[in-house]
Each structure stands twice: as structure tokens, then as C-alpha cells.
């Protein structure tokens, strides 16, 4: 079974300072990663996966994520906060790319002036 | 094509009352999943289907709940004597099935049951 865990329920950070975003998972073959977000009222989007290339992995609006089997982690980070990253970021992971996702809990993000 | 489309996007209904929701794929792709979401949780996965064929239900599908793909192109969930405990955010999603690109998720379809 494959399960992710997401630490932080809430994470508050300054325009222009680091987000960071952690998630752990568990998975009993090689994972698929995913990192989505979700503005208030909307379906979710998805800003980038890992599918056992490279384990520095880019995304959407200058997020990327590191896999680090040995950790089994897969954070999410972004150098400069904007104002529009607020929002709520799931991670979610899958036995294949088939889109069969398996989501954690969530980190809701806000970002301070 | 503008995305993945569900109907109605709220629904509020009484205890005991069937509900029925649409979801249009991404007129290309042949799969389509549906999840749902309780406040403040992530996704579960329900079901999904290829083409027409609904290839995995979740435990979570009980019994009053049903879900058709009928000519493979959009989908129906349909809900059944609803309980309190069935309110939650529902989403479709759908992919090409090749996994070289993404799903695509709408916008979902809020349902309270009161």
C-alpha cells in the first residue's frame, strides 16, 4: 500500500522568504510522486511529479522537489514567496502513473506582506 | 476543450434523497476518476474507468453508492439514500492513460446533505 504524510497542517511564511513544504511517503514498489495545489473553490492543479528520472524535479511557478529515496521524502520548495502562492498544497503518491493517487492531509499555506 | 467540466457545482439535498452527478473528461482521454474530499483532508480515491470499463472500485464505494461510464465519454456518480456523512467535495478527473501527461481535475461538485 502506498501512503504519504505531509508535516505541518499550516505553514505561514513572508512574501520573498522560503517555503518549504515536507512529505513523506511509504510505498512498497518504487513510487510515483505528485505535488498539487488547490485554490479555495477550485479543482486541483499539479505542479510537478516524479516519475523515477532525475530526482530533482521543476515544476509550475518556480516550485521543485527533491526525491530522496533514502529519506523517503519528497519536499516541495520555493526560493521567494509571492502572494499568490497561498493556497493548499497536497502531496500524493501513486504504485504507477496511472493517476490512482494516494494524497495526504494537506498544508494550507498563507503568505505574509 | 476547456478542461473537465462537473454539474452541478453545489447540491444541497436531504437526508434519504439520491443524488447524481456529471463529470465530462477531457474529450481525448480515456480515463476518468473519481475522488472525494472531506474539509481539511486530502483526495480519496473512489474509482475509475477506462473507456467504459470501471476497472477499480475503492472501499470507500459502498453500496449506495454507483458510479457509470456508459459510452465511455462523460461519467455519472450517483449517491443513494444519503447520509449526513456523505457531504464532501466530489471531483473528476481524467487522463490520456499513457501517463506521459497529466490529469486534469475540475472543479468538483460540493454536496450537503442536511
Known amino acids: 500500500a502506498q501512503s504519504v504524510t505531509q508535516l505541518g497542517s499550516h505553514v505561514s511564511v513572508s512574501e520573498g522568504a522560503l517555503v518549504l513544504l515536507r512529505c513523506n511517503y511509504s510505498?512498497?514498489?518504487?513510487?510515483?510522486l505528485f505535488w498539487y495545489v488547490q485554490y479555495p473553490n477550485q479543482g486541483l492543479q499539479l505542479l510537478l511529479k516524479?516519475?523515477?528520472?532525475?530526482?530533482l524535479v521543476k515544476g509550475i511557478n518556480g516550485f521543485e522537489a527533491e526525491f530522496k529515496k533514502s529519506e523517503t521524502s519528497f519536499h516541495l520548495t520555493k526560493p521567494s514567496a509571492h502572494m499568490s502562492d497561498a493556497a493548499e498544497y497536497f502531496c500524493a503518491v501513486s504504485r504507477s502513473n496511472d493517476y490512482k493517487l494516494s494524497f495526504g492531509a494537506g498544508t494550507t499555506v498563507t503568505v505574509r506582506a | 476543450d476547456t478542461g473537465v467540466s462537473q454539474d452541478p457545482r453545489h447540491k444541497i439535498t436531504k437526508r434519504g434523497q439520491n443524488v447524481t452527478f456529471r463529470c465530462d473528461p477531457i474529450?481525448?482521454?480515456?480515463?476518468l476518476y473519481w475522488y472525494r474530499q472531506t474539509l481539511g483532508q486530502g483526495p480519496e480515491f473512489l474509482t475509475y474507468?477506462?473507456?467504459?470499463?470501471?476497472?477499480?472500485k475503492s472501499r470507500l464505494l459502498s453500496d449506495r453508492f454507483s458510479a457509470e461510464r456508459p459510452k465511455g465519454s462523460f461519467s455519472t456518480l450517483e449517491i443513494q439514500r444519503t447520509e449526513q456523512g456523505d457531504s464532501a467535495m466530489y471531483l473528476c478527473a481524467s487522463s490520456d492513460g499513457t501517463g506521459n501527461t497529466e490529469a486534469f481535475f475540475g472543479q468538483g461538485t460540493r454536496l450537503t446533505v442536511v
Open positions: 474529450s481525448e482521454h480515456n480515463r
Open positions: 516524479y516519475t523515477s528520472a532525475a530526482t
Open positions: 474507468f477506462q473507456n467504459e470499463a470501471q476497472l477499480e
Open positions: 510505498s512498497s514498489v518504487p513510487p510515483y
